[in-house]
């Protein structure tokens, strides 16, 4: 009797905290959906049915006349999606950068030293100093001379053009870690080549290209790394797995010189340590192959699904061609190409690498009254601030016809002013590889349709769907697609 008595005060104690939690919002007077238990508001995401980036959206386009949305992240945790494009200026250039500059990323420092070298994961001065680092690696001057790396790579690429179908990711991945392994270690990959070549195994394939990858253990990882250092710690994630972190120290060990990334961070006035370089090899390996691959992969497959636009592409690649002699890889050829790197910026539109921003709030601030009147409502310290990136990407109102690729949204202005586009995100934290990842795959996508159509690989295709199990957009299937061979005009 006594201890069904003490159940029952066990569970009743249980759902009055359950109850209170998922009120949170209000109870302080604010509109808000109820928060269930462990799920919040993201149950979809929580059984894998759709990706965190398609859960925001909903929660966008359904609280349209809305600022900002009060809603419960996973385990209940109470957070604001931000939803108008003045807001998310402040935050993420403005005026509250400082108050909630910190990306909300749970990475355990003691278990991923190496990656808690990544200004990604680094916080306050820490952020600071080692972002200062990278920035100067990515400037056009450097980048120039990075250019070698990337035609070097891409004639491998061209040498190496499938026949038959294939799959796109796989492919772009390939060429991505060519070309990081020789930008920043001044190596040789081993991922395109001859064919005795690509048959023998390459370390870097092997360990690096099923990291970002959907599996069964990837949700699991997805929800530590952006929900809860517990759950990180129960499984015991590394965001770099340890022979991973053994193998970088390796190879920033062996360096040797060279016109290379490391090299430059070597020779940098702060006089980094080496377990310091590590720390950097390892954010710049990364970063650079896994977004670059993505992209390219996701660029091919709407130049196939749409032929107008490749079209307008070839057109492009031809006429640029014959005032180079033939050579697209040119500094002043590829800075010609407008029209493909339109294309890549409208293909990161409609699939943004990263689904959404996530920021902690470092300092309480107010965010203003909504448009109804509705009151001011503080922010505090630690409350999650969600930037739903591929909602606002595909937010009518800011892009009619959302879903339809058309580069020339982006061929005769800069990316849009405010933060109508945040493929790169925007402000002190955007994105500082940017210049290289549009480098190597405008680069590579020149070489590949300069002689080549991209087809769908089969008629009647279903269109790409987006894994739910990844932190990094990926797809749930592969992107299946086949060149034909073209003659340019
Ligand atoms: C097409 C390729 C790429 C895409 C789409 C991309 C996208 C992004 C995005 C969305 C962010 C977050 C920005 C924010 O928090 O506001 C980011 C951050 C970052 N990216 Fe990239 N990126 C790409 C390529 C690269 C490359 C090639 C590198 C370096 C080799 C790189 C290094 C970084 C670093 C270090 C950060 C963290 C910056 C910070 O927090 O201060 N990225 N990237």
């Given at each position: 009797m006594l201890l069904l008595l003490l159940l029952f005060i066990l569970l009743a104690a249980t759902l009055l905290v359950w109850k209170r939690q998922g009120?949170?919002?209000?109870?302080?007077?604010?509109?808000?959906?109820?928060?269930?238990?462990?799920?919040?508001?993201?149950?979809?995401?929580a059984l894998a049915r759709r990706s965190y980036g398609e859960v925001y959206q909903e929660i966008y386009t359904q609280n349209s006349g809305l600022r900002y949305v009060c809603f419960y992240r996973l385990f209940?945790?109470?957070?604001?999606?931000?939803?108008?494009q003045e807001l998310l200026r402040h935050i993420l250039v403005g005026s509250n950068f400082a108050n909630c500059a910190d990306n909300a990323v749970y990475v355990d420092h003691q278990r991923d030293v190496l990656a808690s070298h990544n200004p990604f994961i680094a916080n306050g001065n820490r952020w600071r100093l080692l972002r200062a680092d990278l920035v100067p690696l990515f400037t056009p001057s450097r980048m120039r001379q990075t250019l070698p790396?990337?035609?070097?790579?891409?004639?491998?690429?061209r040498d190496q053009v499938p026949l038959g179908r294939f799959e796109a990711k796989?492919?772009?991945?390939?060429?991505?870690?060519?070309?990081?392994?020789?930008?920043?270690?001044?190596?040789?990959?081993?991922?395109?080549?001859?064919?005795?070549?690509?048959?023998?195994?390459?370390?870097?394939?092997?360990?690096?290209?099923?990291?970002?990858?959907?599996?069964?253990w990837s949700l699991l990882e997805t929800m530590s790394l952006l929900h809860s250092s517990r759950l990180g710690r129960l499984i015991g994630h590394r965001y770099v797995p340890l022979p991973l972190q053994h193998w970088f120290r390796e190879l920033v060990a062996a360096r040797s010189g060279g016109d290379n990334l490391l090299q430059w961070l070597a020779e940098s006035k702060r006089g980094l340590e080496m377990e310091e370089l590590a720390g950097h090899a390892t954010t710049l390996l990364l970063e650079g192959y896994e977004t670059s691959a993505m992209l390219l992969a996701f660029v091919l497959y709407e130049l196939a699904l749409n032929e107008e636009a490749q079209q307008r592409l070839h057109f492009e690649l031809d006429?640029?061609?014959?005032?180079?002699?033939?050579n697209l890889l040119d500094q002043v050829a590829l800075g010609e190409l407008r029209y493909a790197e339109a294309a890549l910026l409208e293909a990161l539109r409609l699939h943004p690498?990263?689904?959404?921003?996530?920021?902690?709030?470092?300092?309480?601030?107010?965010?203003?009254?909504?448009k109804s009147g509705a009151g001011e409502l503080k922010v505090h310290v630690g409350t999650v601030l969600v930037l739903p990136v591929q909602a606002i990407h595909l937010d009518s109102e800011l892009y009619p016809a959302p879903k339809e690729f058309r580069p020339d949204r982006f061929l005769h202005q800069p990316p849009p002013v405010g933060c109508r586009f945040l493929g790169f995100g925007a402000g002190p934290r955007m994105c500082p590889g940017m210049r290289l990842g549009?480098?190597?795959?405008?680069?590579?996508?020149?070489?590949?349709?300069?002689?080549?159509?991209v087809l769908?690989?089969?008629?009647?295709?279903?269109r790409v769907e987006v894994s739910p199990l990844t932190f990094l957009t990926a797809s749930r299937k592969g992107i299946w697609l086949r060149f034909e061979r073209r003659t340019p005009g």
């Open positions: 009120n949170h919002w209000r109870r302080l007077g604010l509109e808000a959906p109820f928060g269930w238990p462990l799920v919040g508001n993201m149950l979809d995401f209940n945790e109470p957070a604001i999606l931000v939803r108008d790396h990337v035609a070097q790579a891409c004639q491998l690429l796989d492919l772009a991945t390939r060429y991505t870690l060519q070309v990081v392994a020789s930008a920043i270690f001044g190596l040789d990959a081993h991922c395109l080549g001859s064919r005795e070549k690509v048959a023998s195994p390459s370390r870097w394939l092997e360990w690096l290209a099923p990291l970002f990858q959907p599996s069964a006429a640029v061609a014959q005032r180079h002699a033939g690498a990263m689904q959404a921003l996530q920021k902690r709030c470092t300092k309480s601030f107010t965010l203003p009254a909504q549009l480098l190597q795959t405008k680069a590579a996508l020149a070489t590949l349709l300069q002689d080549h159509c769908l690989a089969d008629e009647g295709q279903c």
